[in-house]
Each structure stands twice: as C-alpha cells, then as structure tokens.
C-alpha cells in the first residue's frame, strides 16, 4: 500500500516536470547589442559592444534627426520614435525592419510600459500621447493633450514609463504635468498636475521610479514630482537658483535622461548656464554649481555614478568634460570631434561610445584611462542605445 | 508694443533694405556650412526637414506672408522669453538673408 501511493506520487512529480516546459531553443544572445541612429540616411546600424564592431545595417526608417528608441524586454525589438511620426519596429536579433508606421505628424519620443506591452508615443503636431500594441503596432488609444489655453494640444515631451504600469508626460507650452494608467490601454485613467511651472522643456525619471523632474525654460527652478506621495502634488525646487544672473542663450535643448544620483547627491545640466548642478537629495537644495565649457546637452552617469560625462551644444560640441561626483569638479576635457552627439556606456560603464556625427565616427573611450580604444565608421551617427536599457526605468 | 520694439523693427527694415540692395552671396564652402547650420543646428529645435519640433515648422508655407524683416530680427536677436537663440555672433546679415532666401525657396530640400 505505501509502495503504491510512493509510486504515484514519483508518476505525479515527474511528469509535473518532464511535460510542460517548452524548451530552451539555442538563438543567439544579444544583451551586448546596441543600435546606433545614422540620422541623415534613415537607417541604424546594430553594433556588438563586446567585439565593438558594426554587424549590420537596417534601412527605410524614413527621418531619424533626433531619433530615440526603447527595447522589449527580451531585447530582440528596438521601437524607434523618428522626427516624421514614424514608429518602426525593428529586430535587434536578426537585424531587419519588423513593422512600421506613421503615427502622427510629427513625433519627439516613447516609452514602454512596465509589462512591456504597450509602446506609447509623445508628440508635437497634433501634441498628445498615442499608445499602440507592441507586438502588431495596433493603435489602442489617443490621448489628446488638450487643455483650455491649448485647445488644439499642447506639445508632449518628456515622456516616460512608471511603475505600476503608468506613464508620465509633460505639456511644454500649457505647463502641466499628466499621469496616466494603462491598466485599461484602450481607455487610460489621467491624472493631471496644472500649473507646474513654465515651459517644462523636458523630463526624467529617477532610476527607482520615485522621482519625475521637469525642467522649466521659462521660469527658474524645477518641477518634481514624487510619485510616493502624488497627494503632495507637483512641487518646484531650485525656483530661486541663477537669480539675478544673466541667462545665457540656448543654442540646444539639454536632454534631462542621464539623472545622476551619486551619495546624497543628484546632477542636472542646468539651462541658460554653462554649468551642471548638483542638488541635495535630503532637502532637495542647492549644494554647487559646477561650471563647464559649454552649455551642456546630455549629461549621463557612468552606470556606478562615479563619473557625469558631459557634451555640449553649438558652437562648443566638439568637446566633453567628465565630472568626478566625489569632488563635484571637472577632471578631464576631451577633444572628441566636430559634432558630439550622444553617448552611451557600456552596460557596467568600462567604456563609453560616443558618436561624432561631422566626422562620421563612433569613439569608444575607456572611462578609467580616457584612452581612445577603437574608431568605428558610421554615417552622421546620432544616438547610440545598448539593448540593456531594455531593464531599466525610464529608458 | 514699446517704442523701443518700433526702433528696432526700423532699423531692422533700414537694413534689410540695405542688404537686399547689395546682398553679398556667401562663398559656396561658407553656402555648404550654413546649409549644414541649418539642417543640425536650426533643425534640433525646426525639425531637420523644417517641419517643426519644440520650435515652430519653417518650411515654405509657414513662412508665406510673415516679412523678411520680421524673419530676419527673430533669426538675428532670437525671441526673448522663448528658446529661440539669437544668432547674429555667428551668421553675419548678409548670411542670414541668404538663409531666409533657402528656407523660402526650400533649396535645403535638395541636401
């Protein structure tokens, strides 16, 4: 009798694991692959950051000038967000153009929710957030960013995913802050914050998903918003900071992606100054100011927050300076070449790729030495994603 | 608008029509550069096909019915309490009035 049920309970237990997993099939890994934009030709090319050599070229991606992208979770798929309304899927693994659509009139960015499902699109003309399906591209939903003032749709730019399946945007001419769940992608739930300030140009996120800051072009000061305790509101910080100071022309909007948090410590690049700040995260003030060349465009934190690499806007971009978080100062200045784009570091940040678009060039640095590795040749390269941006919030 | 805003819009019209007089054509190396300043550096905010981003769109139709004047001093001085940047440390009168000519005639479209 013992025997029988011990018997059973070994048939039970063990086709409880022999019949319903489907296998692991042998396709390539591609974690170290990353895409590069050639933003004059309308094509990326896909890079291997271990080997560091081009493997192939996708083409008919229609306008690529400010071109930026998100992964699917398994990394295989780049949504890539072109300037034309362009939404193209392509596949990282194979290296072919999957889908592709127009969305709209004229696009600036995306993101992916946090279950990966839907890919969302911000845009200009008409302004307003489009949600589609990521594996079809399948339009679910429009959501208008139509205000009182702006009854036509406000320009949305600082787009980005939450967590609990949320994502947050920006409403630059109309100064509000929208928070929408796509919990019901066909019909997403909007809270608004109003009044956040003037001009918010562009926003990130924080790494962990608490914080999203807007930066503000027509006022002083920042709108942070802590998702923690959305009941706060929206609140400004630095509204103070640059008083009575001249503010200095912008010849290229900064991108607010690279957020820092380095110690107690977060870096911003600041507008209308040639200088990145560095602001206390435990009462959110002022703790320096670190002045640089230039007016900074990116700002992006080596993956262990050590160092900020900087680039800058017209006429100062050929240069990048590199901030050491410890001391808060700039400790090396590198010519890279006409026209700095973009960086991107590699995914524990060993290296960094920098792409130099008048020359034709993709440089890869090592960011312990500052030594020039290797040289690729891409046409007029802009932004450069590595597929392990497919794990992280808000990229 | 302030009688300050009219000097300037007289001035700007006094210069216009001096440069249109005698408008020096920039050399063709300088022509190229300034193409390529307006496709990467005017086009980060107007879209590198002009048809507009954070800035408002340039292309033909936009532009139909606003003066070279008023295009000319927005280029030159930028807009204040906006991100429109003035560029005139950088392009002289002459280069912008051949840079209104290109967007007039969308000869970018060729690049």
């Known amino acids: 009798m013992r025997c029988l049920s011990l018997i059973c309970l070994l048939i039970i237990s063990l086709s409880a694991h022999s019949a319903k997993l489907p296998g692991c099939s042998g396709r390539e890994a591609i974690g170290d692959r990353g895409v590069i934009v050639e933003r004059a030709s309308g094509s990326v090319v896909i890079v291997n950051s271990t080997s560091q050599e081009l493997l192939c070229r996708v083409e008919g991606l229609g306008d690529l000038s400010h071109a930026s992208m998100v992964f699917s979770r398994d990394e295989q798929y780049a949504y890539i967000f072109g300037r034309d309304g362009g939404l193209s899927k392509v596949d990282v693994l194979n290296g072919r153009l999957e889908n592709r659509i127009i969305q709209a009139g004229n696009a600036i960015g995306g993101a992916i929710s946090q279950d990966g499902q839907i890919i969302a699109v911000s845009n200009y003309e008409p302004g307003g957030v489009r949600l589609f399906t990521a594996d079809t591209l399948t339009a679910l939903a429009t959501i208008e960013a139509k205000t009182d003032a702006f009854p036509e749709g406000a320009k949305v730019v600082g787009l980005t995913d939450a967590p609990e399946n949320q994502i947050i945007f920006s409403l630059y001419n109309a100064g509000e802050i929208w928070q929408a769940s796509l919990d019901n992608p066909k019909k997403p739930e909007i809270k608004k914050y109003l009044n956040i300030g003037s001009l918010p140009y562009d926003a990130l996120i924080a790494p962990d998903g608490r914080y999203y800051m807007a930066g503000l072009f027509g006022e002083d000061g920042i709108a942070k918003l802590d998702l923690w305790y959305p009941e706060k509101g929206v609140e400004k910080i630095l509204g103070d900071y640059g008083k009575g100071d001249k503010k200095l022309p912008v010849y290229k909007m900064p991108h607010l992606e690279g957020w820092t948090f380095a110690g107690d410590l977060v870096f911003l690049p600041a507008i209308g100054h040639h200088e990145v700040l560095a602001i206390k995260t435990t009462n959110w003030e002022l703790s320096s100011r670190i002045p640089l060349l230039g007016q900074p465009v990116f700002t992006m934190a080596r993956p262990d927050a050590r160092q900020i690499w900087v680039n800058f806007a017209f006429p100062n971009n050929k240069w990048l300076q590199v901030i050491d978080t410890k001391s808060a100062s700039v400790i090396k200045k590198l010519e890279a070449g006409p026209g700095v784009m973009h960086m991107e570091f590699t995914p524990r940040g060993e290296h960094i790729w920098v792409s130099v678009r008048d020359e034709n060039k993709v440089k890869i640095y090592d960011t312990r030495t500052f030594e020039l590795l290797k040289v690729l040749n891409v046409e007029s390269p802009s932004g450069i994603f590595f597929t392990a941006r497919a794990h992280k919030i808000g990229l | ?111």
């Open chain 2, 1 to 111: 608008m302030k009688i300050h805003h009219y000097l300037v819009l007289i001035l700007a019209c006094l210069l216009a029509t001096a440069s249109l007089a005698d408008p020096k054509i920039p050399t063709s190396q300088r022509q190229q550069e300034l193409m390529q300043l307006l496709l990467d550096d005017c086009g980060s905010c107007h879209g590198m096909t002009m048809n507009g981003g954070l800035g408002p769109p340039l292309q033909q139709s936009n532009l139909a019915g606003k003066p070279d004047e008023y295009i000319f001093v927005t280029i030159r001085n930028g807009t204040a309490g906006t991100p429109m940047p003035p560029w005139h440390q950088f392009l002289t009168d002459d280069e912008i009035y051949w840079m209104i000519d290109v967007l007039r005639k969308e000869t970018w479209k060729k690049e």
